[in-house]
């Protein structure tokens, strides 16, 4: 699997290329209205995903306003379709393996065939409800930690977890790390890192404190839902967030989903397995720029291109 490359006169040379989802975060105003004004395709996909959810997901995702669209609840299955709307659209590229941030692993998921579509949009949804209402009943926040090291930023939430819940909760880079879990916890884990020599520590606007203890209930529903969901081996792997490693088997991915929910983001070693791997041209499908982003800073050799709008993925159809 792969794209064409180049012909050195041996005959067609395959390219190893991977996909990138981004997870929340990512969401705009506006967003997909393009694709559903110029594809027919997508706009059977996001019909199909109004009807099944039972809500004018469309609606919001086109016009807002802003703060209905920052709710988990919605946001997750809007970034979500937004980014499989236009891996489906994309003939021409085959990528070799696949990974998503956080919520952009089911998007991952099923560009390899793991999930289907139907079964992905209700699940995600659920996924959104569950930790926007665990937000609610356990409040928390979170934070980046920028310029200093892993083990310093994990020595800061050890030391800081005297004054509640807190740890690591995305690795995204070298000198980018974001903390979760309850505002006392955070706030004194953020007093920590400062004193150890962190260039900025800037708290979030968050609905929640993903990625940590606080989303077991939100955890445990997912369970429930990821029992009846239907999975399949993925055609090609997917480097699963928990452990920054590959995986196809059906079974596996159903159990690293719901591990998501409460473990670290392993970002920053995903893309350097990818690069150990052999990858040469990453692709980041959906909203925003912020992997493009990640890429560069992490492997600035390897090329990353954004595939956003419709215009974008026009010369891949």
């Not at 499989?84 to 952009?104: C, D, F, K, N, Y």
């Not at 579509?117 to 996924?127: E, G, Q, S």
């Not at 079974?251 to 989903?257: G, V």
């Not at 690069?275 to 492997?299: H, M, T, Y």
């Amino acid at each position: 699997m792969g794209c064409f490359l180049s012909n050195l006169g041996y005959g067609l040379v395959m390219a190893k290329i991977a996909f990138l989802f981004p997870g929340q975060g990512s969401q705009y105003v506006g967003m997909a209205k393009d694709l559903y004004e110029n594809s027919v395709e997508a706009k059977e996909m996001i019909k199909t995903a109004d009807d099944a959810l039972g809500i004018n997901l469309s609606y919001i995702m086109f016009n807002g306003p802003d703060d209905q669209l920052k709710q988990t609840e919605f946001t997750q299955p809007a970034i979500f379709l937004h980014s499989v709307i236009l891996s489906s659209l994309i003939r021409t590229l085959s990528p070799s393996m696949a990974a998503g941030h956080s919520l952009g692993e089911y998007s991952a998921l099923v560009s390899a065939g793991a999930i289907q579509f139907y079964d992905a949009i209700k699940l995600v949804r659920t996924r959104g409800k569950a930790m926007q209402q665990a937000g609610i009943d356990n409040p928390g926040t979170m934070a980046a930690i920028i310029g200093l090291s892993k083990t310093k930023v994990v020595e800061g939430c050890e030391e800081a977890s005297s004054e509640g819940i807190v740890q690591t909760a995305n690795f995204n880079s070298s000198d980018q790390i974001v903390i979760s879990g309850s505002v006392a916890g955070v706030r004194k884990a953020m007093e920590i890192c400062k004193a150890k020599g962190a260039k900025l520590v800037k708290e979030l606007v968050v609905s929640g404190a993903f990625h940590s203890p606080l989303m077991e209930s939100a955890k445990e529903k997912l369970k429930a839902e990821l029992s009846i969901t239907p999975i399949y081996n993925a055609r090609f792997p997917v480097y699963a967030n928990v452990t920054a490693n590959p995986v196809i088997d059906s079974k596996e991915i159903s159990n690293l989903l719901y591990e998501q929910v409460t473990a670290p983001v392993k970002w920053e070693e995903t893309i350097l397995n990818f690069v150990n791997d052999g990858v040469e041209e990453f692709f980041e499908i959906g909203p925003g720029k912020v992997l493009q982003g990640l890429v560069k800073r992490i492997a600035p050799q390897i090329k990353c291109t954004s595939i956003d709008k419709f215009s974008d993925v026009e010369k891949y159809l």
